[in-house]
């Protein structure tokens, strides 16, 4: 045994001698593929690369932002560089940049605060070109450990092949949290976390075999609750989410730019209660002559805000509204005391009369002093709605604007960092079809500085993939509950029978065929 040992360990420093030989002859063929820069030509504008990541704040525990050089040429240099430490230096026949990790890691921990420089070189027909450098900021502050998304084809009405799943942002390693084929072709959506937590969290599900119901994972264990939630905000105490109850009419237009509408004929708010697993309506956040939608928390607990609008038309009316684009979402508050469970009465933080737009997605910072949120022409569906864009409130004040880094498509879902400087929100500024996600800095002052794409090991990655992107929750680790775990909690017939209406769980094969598609 102890032989086996001792040839075992030998096995082991020869392969790490073989290894450490090959690594410094890879540096050297490496280095002597740098070529000579001293002559060339100044090109006085910036590089072209994409995805486009000039100008912007990155956090210093972000994965690589490869990128590829969108100029013409036969061979290519590019160095990165900052205040301190060794440069990064690749050379290639490829416009395809690809950053060595652990260099990376390195150059941006020790360079919080500072610039990052990014010199491109491009060599065509013999003369290289050197354009101007790229500059790009490094914060002080990271970004939480990991990203949750739901991944689904941009539908109309049928949908196969949801996801749910997690990304670790220093990396490119991807998992899944839940798979809706695990479901029978099921759809999983309206996913929350408390306090940016992965150890507490709610996942909706739709299933025509297994109901329509709502996982609750807390500290590892998981059980399926028989209603759905939809919009869910979980208090900062973890003791009880406050949820919308929408009654959804998806639509089409016969012409435009995005032809897919949704409305809710019918919404209010309920809540959910961990501790002696109850359901409830929100008494102030519950009138039937209006429709209230997208809760969310203050940090301290003391004040549910939430959207509502006047119902137009008839709660049962069968009909597409004709008056459905006259909707407009007031942005509302009510304060709750926890020790008591009271609701207070609603008071008005932003009246859709005032902004003349329909206010939708509000979610304040975790320090308490920005509350970021969307505005459109009208409705409740800001992703099929171009005219929506991002807007922030300085809660002290109580004066809101409109972002800078807004684009001429549909910005949406949006989400905080547990440190308030960092947002992840969904756009579709690629060309208006397919969701994506990024991430943008926000300072001291509300400022939101220049977004950048989710960053992939492959920077033609987003060339073709096909499928969107929404629904980002930044959270500060891993969910600790496995998927296996998940979907055969998802799968089993016991379920907690409450449903926030009715007080009866609803039948396996209830729900609409087409809301579960929403991204």
């Given at each position: 045994?102890?032989?086996?040992?001792?040839?075992?360990?030998?096995?082991?420093?020869?392969?790490?001698?073989?290894?450490?030989?090959i690594v410094t002859v890879s540096c050297v063929k490496w280095l002597r593929r740098v070529p000579n820069l001293r002559d060339a030509l100044v090109v006085a504008a910036l590089p072209r690369i994409r995805?486009?990541?000039?100008?912007?704040?990155?956090?210093?525990?972000?994965?690589?932002?490869?990128?590829?050089?969108?100029?013409?040429?036969?061979?290519?240099?590019?160095?990165?560089?900052?205040?301190?430490?060794?440069?990064?230096?690749?050379?290639?026949?490829?416009?395809?940049?690809?950053?060595?990790?652990?260099?990376?890691?390195?150059?941006?921990?020790?360079?919080?605060?500072?610039?990052?420089?990014?010199?491109?070189?491009?060599?065509?027909?013999?003369?290289?070109?050197?354009?101007?450098?790229?500059?790009?900021?490094?914060?002080?502050?990271?970004?939480?450990?990991?990203?949750?998304y739901r991944l689904i084809e941009p539908v109309h009405q049928m949908w196969r092949d949801v996801t749910i799943q997690q990304r670790e942002l220093a990396t490119y390693q991807e998992s899944n949290v839940?798979?809706?084929?695990?479901?029978?072709?099921?759809?999983?959506?309206?996913?929350?976390?408390?306090?940016?937590?992965?150890?507490?969290?709610?996942?909706?599900?739709?299933?025509?075999?297994?109901?329509?119901?709502?996982?609750?994972?807390?500290?590892?264990?998981?059980?399926?609750?028989?209603?759905?939630?939809?919009?869910?905000?979980?208090?900062?105490?973890?003791?009880?989410?406050?949820?919308?109850?929408?009654?959804?009419?998806?639509?089409?237009?016969?012409?435009?730019?995005?032809?897919?509408?949704?409305?809710?004929?019918?919404?209010?708010?309920?809540?959910?209660?961990?501790?002696?697993?109850?359901?409830?309506?929100?008494?102030?956040?519950?009138?039937?002559?209006?429709?209230?939608?997208?809760?969310?928390?203050?940090?301290?607990?003391?004040?549910?805000?939430?959207?509502?609008?006047?119902?137009?038309?008839?709660?049962?009316?069968?009909?597409?509204?004709?008056?459905?684009?006259?909707?407009?979402?007031?942005?509302?508050?009510?304060?709750?005391?926890?020790?008591?469970?009271?609701?207070?009465?609603?008071?008005?933080?932003?009246?859709?009369?005032?902004?003349?737009?329909?206010?939708?997605?509000?979610?304040?910072?975790?320090?308490?002093?920005?509350?970021?949120?969307?505005?459109?022409?009208?409705?409740?569906?800001?992703?099929?709605?171009?005219?929506?864009?991002?807007?922030?409130?300085?809660?002290?004040?109580?004066?809101?604007?409109?972002?800078?880094?807004?684009?001429?498509?549909?910005?949406?879902?949006?989400?905080?960092?547990?440190?308030?400087?960092?947002?992840?929100?969904?756009?579709?500024?690629?060309?208006?079809?397919?969701?994506?996600?990024?991430?943008?800095?926000?300072?001291?002052?509300?400022?939101?500085?220049?977004?950048?794409?989710?960053?992939?090991?492959?920077?033609?990655?987003?060339?073709?993939?096909?499928?969107?992107?929404?629904?980002?929750?930044?959270?500060?680790?891993?969910?600790?509950?496995?998927?296996?775990?998940?979907?055969?909690?998802?799968?089993?017939?016991?379920?907690?029978?409450?449903?926030?209406?009715?007080?009866?769980?609803?039948?396996?094969?209830?729900?609409?065929?087409?809301?579960?598609?929403?991204?």
């Amino acid at each position: 045994m102890n032989r086996f040992k001792i040839a075992r360990g030998h096995r082991i420093l020869l392969v790490a001698a073989v290894t450490a030989s090959i690594v410094t002859v890879s540096c050297v063929k490496w280095l002597r593929r740098v070529p000579n820069l001293r002559d060339a030509l100044v090109v006085a504008a910036l590089p072209r690369i994409r995805p486009d990541y000039a100008g912007v704040t990155v956090p210093a525990n972000i994965a690589p932002l490869n990128f590829l050089i969108d100029e013409e040429g036969d061979r290519f240099f590019t160095e990165l560089s900052s205040s301190v430490g060794d440069s990064i230096k690749i050379a290639s026949n490829s416009p395809d940049v690809v950053i060595p990790q652990e260099p990376w890691r390195r150059l941006l921990a020790t360079n919080r605060g500072e610039k990052l420089r990014i010199n491109v070189f491009v060599e065509k027909s013999g003369q290289w070109h050197k354009y101007a450098a790229i500059t790009n900021r490094i914060a002080e502050e990271d970004i939480d450990a990991y990203l949750a998304y739901r991944l689904i084809e941009p539908v109309h009405q049928m949908w196969r092949d949801v996801t749910i799943q997690q990304r670790e942002l220093a990396t490119y390693q991807e998992s899944n949290v839940l798979d809706g084929m695990s479901l029978e072709k099921g759809c999983i959506n309206c996913h929350s976390f408390a306090n940016n937590d992965p150890n507490r969290m709610s996942i909706g599900m739709r299933s025509r075999k297994y109901g329509v119901a709502t996982l609750v994972a807390d500290r590892g264990a998981a059980k399926k609750v028989g209603t759905k939630f939809g919009y869910t905000a979980w208090h900062p105490s973890g003791r009880l989410a406050v949820y919308s109850m929408n009654k959804s009419w998806q639509f089409f237009h016969t012409a435009g730019a995005e032809v897919r509408d949704v409305i809710d004929m019918d919404s209010a708010l309920a809540y959910y209660v961990v501790e002696n697993e109850s359901v409830a309506k929100v008494p102030a956040a519950s009138d039937k002559l209006r429709l209230e939608t997208y809760p969310t928390w203050s940090p301290d607990g003391r004040w549910l805000y939430f959207c509502s609008a006047p119902m137009l038309w008839p709660a049962k009316d069968a009909e597409l509204p004709t008056r459905y684009k006259e909707v407009r979402y007031d942005l509302m508050r009510v304060s709750y005391d926890l020790t008591t469970g009271q609701w207070g009465d609603p008071e008005t933080v932003l009246s859709a009369e005032e902004t003349g737009m329909s206010i939708l997605l509000p979610r304040i910072s975790p320090d308490g002093r920005f509350l970021l949120f969307c505005m459109c022409r009208y409705g409740c569906f800001p992703i099929y709605q171009p005219s929506s864009d991002l807007y922030m409130m300085d809660l002290s004040a109580g004066e809101y604007r409109r972002l800078e880094i807004n684009s001429e498509f549909s910005e949406s879902w949006h989400s905080w960092s547990s440190n308030s400087r960092w947002i992840a929100f969904s756009s579709k500024r690629q060309g208006g079809l397919f969701t994506r996600c990024f991430l943008s800095f926000v300072d001291e002052n509300g400022v939101a500085h220049k977004p950048f794409m989710l960053p992939q090991k492959d920077a033609r990655f987003y060339d073709s993939f096909l499928k969107t992107v929404s629904v980002p929750e930044l959270i500060n680790g891993p969910v600790p509950i496995s998927a296996k775990t998940l979907s055969r909690v998802a799968r089993s017939d016991q379920a907690i029978t409450v449903d926030g209406i009715t007080g009866a769980s609803k039948p396996a094969g209830a729900s609409e065929p087409w809301q579960p598609t929403r991204e």
